[in-house]
Nanobody, 125 residues
Framework: VQLQAYGGGLVQAGDSLRLSCAAS????????MGWFRQAPGKGREFVAA????????SYADSVKGRFTISRDNAKNTVYLQMNSLQPEDTAVYSC???????????????????WGQGTLVTVSS
């Protein structure tokens, strides 16, 4: 599976942005998907995850109520809608696929098997 995240950019505080992650292959619908981010000088941080069917989701407390993860299995794409962006959301955002678990979502990076290159989100104050 190859993953490609896109949609990042420079926005102002309070703005919205939608990230997309396109996956190759025919097995996308079987994978749990996650979004992670890494800010300059910091470690990788869990943002959101969604089960293979989309029936289960999980969010980091820092984004809960502002970010929404969704997926379109027909398009092999997972999305991250980000609203009310703040400067502390500035980071490189990466998507990841978990091929082992379908119904339960995980927040730990080690659970994920495939990673895409990230897309940079910069939020100015």
């Amino acid at each position: 599976v190859q993953l490609q995240a896109y949609g990042g950019g420079l926005v102002q505080a309070g703005d919205s942005l939608r990230l997309s992650c396109a996956a190759s292959g025919r097995t996308f619908s079987r994978y749990g998907m996650g979004w992670f981010r890494q800010a300059p000088g910091k470690g990788r941080e869990f943002v959101a995850a969604i089960s293979s069917s989309g029936g289960s989701t999980s969010y980091a407390d820092s984004v809960k109520g502002r970010f929404t993860i969704s997926r379109d299995n027909a398009k092999n794409t997972v999305y991250l809608q980000m609203n009310s962006l703040q400067p502390e959301d500035t980071a490189v955002y990466s998507c990841a696929a978990d091929k082992q678990h379908t119904l339960v979502v995980f927040t730990t990076p080690g659970t994920y098997d495939y990673w895409g290159q990230g897309t940079l989100v910069t939020v100015s104050s």
